[in-house]
């Protein structure tokens, strides 16, 4: 058994939610911290509309969910909300300026003993260590997404990472009921990004060229390859938010005129309110989009 009992989510979007509720489910005390009660309102929908879904995957009873969910609590003050927090999971915005803030905030009003852990898709934990005051006691902690079903944790620390707080963070995952992916060095996306966003770039980069539309993209690749979906159905599942503010990121580092392009069509439909899966309207809508339909091949 690990020392962690009391764990504080920073950021309550579509994964950070998905962190937080398991954590609770598993037995940890949690509290959800976001910037504002609107955020926070945000943030009880989205744990209340994981009942379905865990029902559905886990073959659990209302009451075994409603057991997580009197472990969760909720802040829109950031030193109320880690006053006691043996971890605070980060799952934040995917932007740079925005972290770094965050760390320094943090830092200057977790207790000592707090371990931090950033759920980041793509930036490693030397880009954030200076600002935590505390490197030996800051890792990443990445989950998939839908994190009842797709239960990997990717382990990674820095070159400053304390061995004993990494081993700690590993038996955590074990505890919430992942599987842990142990990293040996820095990675920018880890194992599953490292594959996954390219994968998903390329799918944009089609769309963005005009080769095809998103559902033809998709349909090629699971037909070719029997995969359960194709990269603008993944989007959606994502979210369409964390997918551009990684394609932004992306761009401007690369230059990548087309990538650019797919990133401004990204904004244009997160604009219009179609943010992907959590809010009905991506690529596809839902409840029951178009991929999951057994003749969706045929079309």
Do not use: C
């Amino acid at each position: 058994m690990t020392h962690i009992s009391n764990v504080t989510v920073a950021g309550s979007g579509v994964l950070g939610s998905q962190i937080a509720y398991q954590s609770a489910y598993s037995g940890k005390n949690v509290i959800i911290y976001d910037i504002n009660d609107e955020a926070i309102a945000k943030a009880k929908d989205r744990i209340k509309s994981l009942r379905s879904l865990y029902k559905k995957d886990l073959d659990i009873t209302d009451s075994q969910f409603e057991a997580g969910l009197e472990r969760v609590q909720y802040s829109s003050d950031l030193a109320t909300a880690v006053a006691d927090a043996d971890l605070v999971i980060e799952a934040i915005p995917e932007k740079p300026e925005i972290k770094h803030d965050f760390y320094a905030r943090l830092a200057a009003v977790a207790p000592a003993k707090t371990i931090f852990a950033s759920n980041s898709s793509t930036m490693v934990p030397s880009l954030f260590m200076a600002e935590t005051g505390r490197p030996e006691k800051f890792l990443n902690l990445h989950f998939a997404n839908q994190v009842w079903l797709n239960n990997t944790a990717e382990v990674m620390g820095s070159p400053k990472t304390d061995p004993a707080v990494y081993d700690e963070i590993v038996a955590f995952a074990r505890e919430i009921g992942m599987v842990p992916i142990q990293l040996k060095k820095e990675q920018p996306g880890y194992i599953l990004n490292s594959l996954l966003i390219p994968f998903l770039n390329a799918g944009q980069t089609l769309w963005a060229k005009g080769v095809a539309d998103p559902q033809t993209i998709d349909k090629t690749w699971m037909k070719a390859t029997g995969a359960p979906q194709g990269p603008f159905a993944i989007l959606d599942i994502v979210g369409l938010r964390t997918a551009y503010n990684i394609g932004a990121t992306l761009s401007n580092q690369s230059h990548d005129e087309t990538l650019q392009t797919a990133v401004s069509r990204l904004k244009e439909m997160i604009d219009a309110g179609k943010l992907g899966r959590e809010s009905g309207e991506g690529f596809y809508t839902y409840p029951n989009p178009a991929y999951e339909d057994p003749k969706f091949l045929e079309m």
